[in-house]
């Protein structure tokens, strides 16, 4: 499910008219193959949310890797950039 950026409440709370100019989508577990994931957010995702994507690539952040922990907790994010 993709979620707003950033995750930091207190965040959002000190600036609610901010709009994040980004969606995350967290993959955990094998992330040898993000192409997946990708897709969803571009085929699913964008088109039912009304939002709007910049002309600018998705990138992907590895934030745990295997072997350095186990395959199933292995953790990366997806973000797409919008308008």
Not at 30 to 58: C, H, K, M, Q
Request: net charge negative; with cysteine.
């Amino acid at each position: 499910m993709c979620r707003d950026r950033p995750t930091d409440r207190s965040e959002r709370q000190r600036d609610q008219s901010r709009r994040d100019p980004w969606r995350t989508l967290r993959v955990v577990g094998n992330t040898d193959n993000l192409e997946p994931a990708a897709l969803y957010v571009y085929r699913a995702w964008l088109p039912a949310s009304g939002e709007e994507a910049r002309d600018f690539p998705i990138y992907c952040q590895r934030l745990s890797f295997f072997p350095e922990v186990p395959e199933h907790e292995a953790v990366a994010e997806l973000f797409l950039p919008l308008k």
